[in-house]
């Protein structure tokens, strides 16, 4: 099948990208064909996010957002931020001495998913196809040009050979690939390193977001209120922090972002995440309600240090595929959908002119330096780092100096240019973490949790988690870090079990992957591939 433009992955960036590129060949009265695809069974059915969205960009896209009822309704009414300092004590920070960023008036509570749903049926009425339960597995490259991509096999068993229902993949090939898979897209990482579009760049960094949503009684409920927090449950070289928004409908969003930079291999992300759901500040508005979804992902926050060159012959990275997050702000919808404009633009622009097939769109680079969005990321350059380097309180301070005196103009540029996969210490160097059992009242276990985030692999098909030596888990990991892979996967995929011979191996639970990507970042060997399973696999979140 041939297209103009193909954009892989229905979230904020891809949505806007197909959106833009119809609005403008409506107006200037050209046929256009813009093909969507969608490895989640819906749109939406992958989409994690916290969110307090900022909505400059919707309004870019649609003027009037709110005459056409786009999902976003509830209006932040009050930010409170604390540092918490142990399990019991938190102190609530004043305005004065928080980065101005983190302030949310005029900013929404909203689901993404629902978002990027709505978005979608905006999408499909100005003429674009979308097609979800597609998995794009490979990048067609001919000649060092970007071509399209290939939609992977369906109906295959463990080993690979046809089953009664196969199906084989597609080519879908167009003048211009737009790749928007998310943080650590399976393709964008793969044409990052083919094309070295990093080059010069520091490394990309990462952290890993949980997030749950809970029914919550009237009396806990204060639609509007948003809350962060800095400090425990992570400490000492451990950064992040939480988050709990009182969205629609007396429902509670609440979460823990975990840099992944970490460096003791006995930590546990998702059980810091019970922990963090135990603090008094914190349980007071989950008393008595009701535990409803669950999910984590993981989020690209390196910024403008970190972005790679976005463009290449046939093709463009957006949003998160190529890390446009504001971390300043911890948002990354609003500058992800600034992206997809700015690519729509750009292709647009470059589509009028009929020898313009597979060129490298230099041009994107200029587009997006002369746009609100990269002031953004150079006026947040320095968050990232200075959290890296000078730890939670003096990289806060620091942080709240440049963002509210400075404007993060400061005449100097921090760097964090070590490897995030490459922090983690030696098991027996580190302290050892003890970690309570679930009271499944506010802390629960993995295998639980993961049936909440509604995930299903088609039974039977390859292994989509790819050993590059399978040794390395008990050869290495195991004596070195006492395999770290147990503990970051929040979905319990990863287990060293005996086998016949009463010796340890690495047990792969595929059927229980969210998609979250950590094991291909935080993996202290870099062993692990995640590559996309068959369509419609994964996680079906409801409104995340």
């Known amino acids: 099948m041939e297209f103009d433009v193909v954009i892989v992955g229905a979230g904020p960036a891809g949505l806007s990208t197909a959106i833009k590129l119809m609005q403008q060949a409506k107006a200037a009265a050209k046929e256009l064909s813009v093909c969507v695809v969608e490895k ?83 999408a499909e009425q100005l003429g674009v196809e979308i097609f979800p339960g597609f998995a794009a597995s490979e990048v067609l490259i001919e000649d060092d040009v970007v071509k399209g991509i290939l939609i992977g096999d369906m109906g295959l068993d463990k080993h690979g050979q046809p089953k009664d229902s196969f199906t084989p993949g597609m080519e879908l090939r167009a003048k211009y690939t737009v790749f928007a898979e998310g943080c650590r897209g399976h393709l964008g990482k793969q044409l990052i390193s083919h094309f070295k579009l990093d080059q010069g760049q520091s490394p990309q960094h990462y952290a890993l977001g949980f997030k749950e949503i809970w029914d919550v009684p009237a009396e806990n409920y204060h639609e509007g209120l948003v809350v962060h927090s800095a400090g425990w449950p992570l400490t000492g070289d451990t950064s992040g922090g939480g988050y709990l928004y009182h969205g629609e409908d007396q429902q509670v969003m609440v979460g823990l972002i975990v840099d992944l930079n970490y460096s003791n291999p006995h930590l546990s992300p998702f059980e810091e995440f019970q922990r963090y759901k ?39 990275l957006v949003g998160c595929d190529a890390g446009t997050l504001n971390f300043a702000k911890i948002k990354g919808n609003h500058t992800a959908m600034k992206s997809g404009i700015l690519a729509a633009e750009t292709l647009f622009s470059a589509l009028q002119a009929d020898d313009s097939s597979g060129k490298d769109l230099v041009e994107f680079a200029d587009a997006i330096k002369n746009s609100w969005l990269y002031d953004e990321l150079y006026r947040s350059r320095n968050f990232g780092p200075a959290m890296h380097k000078f730890g939670t309180f003096w990289g806060g301070a620091f942080n709240t100096l440049d963002q509210n005196i400075f404007a993060g103009k400061l005449p100097f540029t921090l760097k964090d240019n070590s490897y995030d996969y490459a922090q983690m210490k030696l098991a027996s160097e580190a302290p050892v973490i003890h970690y309570a059992k679930p009271d499944n009242i506010l802390s629960f276990d993995r295998l639980t949790s993961v049936y909440l985030s509604n995930t299903n692999h088609e039974e039977e098909q390859p292994c989509h988690l790819k050993l590059k030596d399978p040794r390395i888990p008990i050869s290495v990991n195991l004596p070195k870090y006492n395999e770290p892979a147990q503990r970051y996967c929040p979905a319990g995929v990863y287990e060293i079990v005996q086998d016949e011979q009463n010796e340890p191996k690495l047990q792969i639970n595929a059927q229980n992957c969210i998609h979250c990507k950590t094991c291909d970042i935080k993996d202290p060997s870099q062993n692990i591939t995640w590559v996309t399973p068959e369509g419609a696999g994964g996680p079906n979140y409801p409104n995340m």
């Not at 914190?282 to 999910?295: E, P, T, W």
Request: charged residues 15%; hydrophobic residues 40%; aromatic residues 8%.
């Open 40 to 122: 989640g069974s819906e749109v939406g059915a992958h989409i994690l996010s916290g969110a307090v969205f900022e909505t400059r960009a919707l309004a870019e896209l649609f003027p009037d957002w709110q005459q056409l009822d786009a999902p976003v309704k509830t209006t932040v009414k009050h930010d409170d931020i604390y540092l918490f300092k142990n399990a019991e004590h938190a102190t609530k920070l004043p305005s004065i001495a928080v980065p101005k960023t983190m302030h949310n008036s005029g900013n929404y509570i909203v689901s993404i998913a629902n978002l990027c749903r709505w978005l979608a049926q905006q």
């Open 278 to 316: 135990q603090h008094p500040v914190i349980s007071q508005y989950l008393k008595n309600g009701k535990r409803v979804s669950y999910g984590a992902r993981a989020i690209t926050k390196g910024g403008l240090n970190s972005l790679p060159k976005m463009s290449f012959n046939g093709g463009l």
